[in-house]
C-alpha cells in the first residue's frame, strides 16, 4: 500500500474560503522524461490483437475515473466506509467457499450445485477476461481504495468478479423462488426478493464507492453474471440428469474440459493472482461432478428430490445434531488442507524436475519451475480463497472488530497500477507539448478521442487548436466556453480530480471524513503540482510486491480444492452417517 505522504509541498490542499474551486496549475523548471518505460510494457508483453483490443477499452477507464472520484467524495463516511468494506466480504471466495458445502450437508444438494456452478464460472470467466486485457482498476489517486483484502488490489479490474458473482446469486434466486417447482409462500418470495436485489446492489455500489472499480468493471461483470445464472437456471437441470444417468465418462469428460480450460488460460501481462482463483474453482468444480456422480452410485444417498442429495430432516435430527454435523464437516475439511497442501508442496517438486528432463512441463510466467529452486517455505500462504487454521484467530478478530481490518490505501499498489500511472502521466506531458505548439484557444469535442493508438502524439489542426492537454477530454468540457459561461463547481471539482491521474503524489484528506460534515470545506481549492510527482523509481518502490510463485503450486491447488469438494459432496456425508450425525434407517415422506 502506498500510504500519502505527510508534510509539505505540492499537493492537495484544502482552503476554509474559497467558492467555487478552482484549480491552480504551478509550472515546474523543467521536464522531466517520465514514463517511458511503461509506454511499450503491454506492447512488448500482450499479442498485438490483444493489445489492441486492450487499447480501445482504456480510454473508458481513464475517462470515467475523475467521475467516480467525485461520486466518492460526495458519498464518503465513517459509516459508509465501514459498511461496504465489510459487505464486500459477502462477495469474496472466502466466504463462498465456507457457505457452499453447509448447503450440502443440509440437504438442499440441488441449490449447492446450481450455486457453484454459476460462482465457478463466474470467477473463472472474469478471472480470464482480467488476464486477457490486463486492464488497470481506475487510478488512486484521485481515488482512494478502500479495502479488507490485501490481495484485491493486485489483480487487474476489468471485469468485476464481485459484481459478477453478486448478480449471479441474486438473478439464480429470483429464478428459483419464481420456478413452478418453487413450493414457498408469497411473503416468503417478497422477502428473498428483496434481499436478492438488495445484495447485488449493495455488492455493485460498493465496489464503486470503496474505489476498486468502475463502471464499466460492475456492468460487464453484472451482465457476466446475470448470464451464467440464466443458463444454469435453462439447461443446468438437463446437463444434471445426463451426469447421473451416464456411466463414469460423463464427470471425466468434465473434468478434461476443465483442465484444458485451465491450460488455455490467457498470460496476464503483469503478476496477476486471477488464474489462482479461477484453479481454485476449477478444482471445486471437477470435485462436485466427480464426487457427486460417485456418491449417487452408492447406498449412501437419496435420490429424492435429486441424484446425490445428503440424507437430512431438521425435525427427525434437531439443531444440536446439525450444528455438530457442520463443526465436523469444517474440522475435516481444514484438516484436509493443513495436511495436503505441504504435503504436496514437499513431494511435487522432485516429480516436476523429472518430468521437465523429458520436456514435458508447460511452463507458465510469473511461476518459478522446479530447476531452480530446492525447496518451498514450509509456511507458504499459496491462495486467499480459503482460509488457513494460521488465519483463524485474526479471521475471529476481524468479526469481532469488523472495522479494524478496513484499510484506505492511495497511491499505485500493484505493477498494473504502476504502469499506468507513468503511461497516463507520458501520455499528458506530450499532449501539453503538442498544446504549446498549436496553442490553446478553446475546447475540442474530439480531444478524447484523437487516434486509433492511445499513446500517439499525432493530430489534426482542429484538435491542436482546441486541445486543452487531457487525455480524457474531461478538462476540455471545463474550459472557459466561447460564450464566456464558467464552469460549475461540479466541473470544476471532476477537473481537480483528473488533474490528480498520473500524480503518484499527493497530500489527501484524512483517509476517513469526520463525521460532521462542518469540519471540513465543502468547496476547497484544489492545488496540483504539475510536473513534481513522485519520480519512477519511488513509485516503484512503493508498489506492492508479489511473493515467489512455484509451478508446483498450480497442480497443488487444484488437487486441494478438489480434495474438498469431494470431502463435501461425498466423504463428509459418509462420516456423518458413519458417527451418528446422519438420518441412520429413517426415511421422510415424500
Known sequence: MCPPPNGSGPGLEKSLNSSPPTIKINEAEEVPDAGLRSLDHYKRKLPPWRYKMRQSLLPLIRWETPYLAWMQNKMRSPALDSYFAITANLGTHTFFMVVLPILFWCGHTSLG?????????GVFITGFLKDFFSLPRPLSPPLQRITMSGSAALEYGFPSTHSANAVSVAVYALFSVNSPESQLQASTKLIIEVVSYSY????????????????LDVIVGSIIGAMISAIECIYGPRIDRWLHSSSWTAPATVALVIIVLIRIHPEPADDCPCFDDSIAFAGVMIGIECG????????????????????FDLNHMGWPTVCARVFVGVLVIFAWREVMKPALLKFLPHLFRVIDNYGFIL?????MPASEYSNIPSRLKVDNVMPSVSDLPGLLTSIRHPGRGRAVSVGPQ???DAYETLAYREKRRRDSLTNSDGGMTGPSPRSSSRSKDYFSVETDSTEKKGSTGQSSGISGSLSVKPSGDLP???????????????????VLT???PPAIADEYDEDPVIEVAQHTEMNETELWSKVQKPRVRYDVEVVTKLVVYTGIAVLAVEVNPIIFEIVGLGMGQHIPSR
Do not use: N
Open 292 to 311: 457427486g456422480w460417485h456418491y449417487a452410485t452408492g447406498d449412501w444417498a437419496w435420490d429424492f428430490p435429486v441424484p446425490a442429495t445428503v440424507p
Open 363 to 367: 511452463p507458465r510466467k510469473f511461476f
Open 200 to 215: 447485488a446492489f449493495s455488492i455493485i455500489l460498493g465496489r464503486l464507492y470503496c474505489g476498486m472499480h468502475g463502471f
Open 488 to 506: 460549475t463547481p461540479a466541473q470544476s471539482r471532476v477537473g481537480s480530480f483528473e488533474q490528480m491521474m498520473g500524480q503518484g503524489h499527493v
Open 113 to 121: 450445485r446450481g450455486m457453484v456452478h454459476i460462482l465457478a464460472s
Open 510 to 512: 484524512p483517509s476517513t
Open 414 to 416: 500493484s505493477a498494473a
